[in-house]
T-cell receptor
Framework: DAGVIQSPRHEVTEMGQEVTLRCKPI?????LFWYRQTMMRGLELLIY????????DSGMPEDRFSAKMPNASFSTLKIQPSEPRDSAVYFC??????????????FGPGTRLTVL | LAKTTQPISMDSYEGQEVNITCSHN???????ITWYQQFPSQGPRFIIQ???TKVTNEVASLFIPADRKSSTLSLPRVSLSDTAVYYC???????????FGSGTRLSIRP
């Protein structure tokens, strides 16, 4: 298995532009997570989906951020308009949700976003 | 308010046992505790997970006392390659919240 796939790996854009980050979870996984990591705030959960349905989006910073999961094999995180403070590494993770156990999350390599 | 707290950094030497503790005061009966390891420029990687008492795998042990308000990750005989940031994660089922601790930067010296 290729693991969680994220694209692009690096993104440099100017303030005000729209940014779209993409994630392909591991096949068969039914939960997907978007995280943001910065030096100041550490690793923050932005939103997660179970079976393509958003469960908790309380971590989404503001209306400029939106996430979709149109099917089990693809998700996007969009920032519009982008601002310099959005510069961070964005991770996508997936896992199997089943039974009572909390199964491990598998993280992608991340997208390093720089907003100038 | 659910919160997961751990020390900012720790130092140790090769061959020593390292214990990193995480506090999670508001943990509920059905909540699991998971530890992840992260190297620079990589995503976090699963180390171990537990629910109560003790769990051991090939790389670490996880100790959880009866009140479950804290947990301790134990790394036996660390090596230089164990230098990384270690995160504690609690999935608070009652609130559908997943909260990572701030991470403990572990530095191993020769």
């Amino acid at each position: 298995d290729a693991g969680v796939i994220q694209s692009p790996r690096h993104e440099v854009t100017e303030m005000g532009q729209e940014v779209t980050l993409r994630c392909k979870p591991i096949s068969g996984h039914n939960s997907l997570f978007w995280y943001r990591q910065t030096m100041m705030r550490g690793l923050e959960l932005l939103i997660y989906f179970n079976n393509n349905v958003p469960i908790d989006d309380s971590g989404m910073p503001e209306d400029r951020f939106s996430a979709k999961m149109p099917n089990a094999s693809f998700s996007t995180l969009k920032i519009q308009p982008s601002e310099p403070r959005d510069s961070a590494v964005y991770f996508c993770a997936s896992r199997i949700t089943s039974g009572g156990a909390y199964n491990e999350q598998f993280f992608g390599p991340g997208t390093r976003l720089t907003v100038l | 308010l659910a919160k997961t707290t751990q020390p900012i950094s720790m130092d140790s030497y090769e061959g020593q046992e390292v214990n990193i503790t995480c506090s999670h005061n508001n943990i509920a009966t059905n909540d699991y505790i998971t530890w992840y390891q992260q190297f620079p420029s990589q995503g976090p990687r699963f180390i171990i997970q537990g629910y109560k008492t003790k769990v051991t795998n090939e790389v670490a042990s996880l100790f959880i006392p009866a009140d479950r308000k804290s947990s301790t990750l134990s790394l036996p005989r660390v090596s230089l390659s164990d230098t990384a940031v270690y995160y504690c994660l609690v999935a608070y089922s009652s609130a559908s919240k997943i909260i990572f601790g701030s991470g403990t930067r572990l530095s191993i010296r020769p």
